[in-house]
């Protein structure tokens, strides 16, 4: 059974930081691409950074790019997002979900649709 568990959500400050962590359980994700994705209230769920398992390849949304790092440990199976420089418009839930790449054609998608897994969710607030 796939498991993505999100953790390390929060309250902070503007202009303060976090890290997300994604752990993976229930199969090999070497051949799959990992994506944050956030929801605030009233607004549809967007694409926030992914990453390819096996190349490292990365992608940020323009809200993102330069405050938000993607990466992985291999050992551990994990998916980390460390947010810096935050902004109260960065408070949303924020989700992992994981894409093979063995039907998929791109490094990772931008569209939540392409993704097979889900996790339930890690709540983020951003104070002014």
Known sequence: QV???????GLVQ???????????AGRTFSTYAMGWFRQAPGKEREFVAAIRWSAGSTGYSDSVRGRFTISKDNAANTVYLQMNSLK???TAVYYCAALSTRYYSGPY???RGPYN???????????S
């Open 88 to 90: 109260p418009e960065d």
């Open 14 to 24: 503007a202009g303060g930081s976090l890290r997300l962590s994604c752990a993976t």
């Open 117 to 127: 897994y889900w996790g339930q969710g890690t709540q983020v607030t951003v104070s």
């Open 3 to 9: 498991q993505l568990v999100e953790s390390g959500g």
């Open 109 to 111: 998608s931008y569209d």
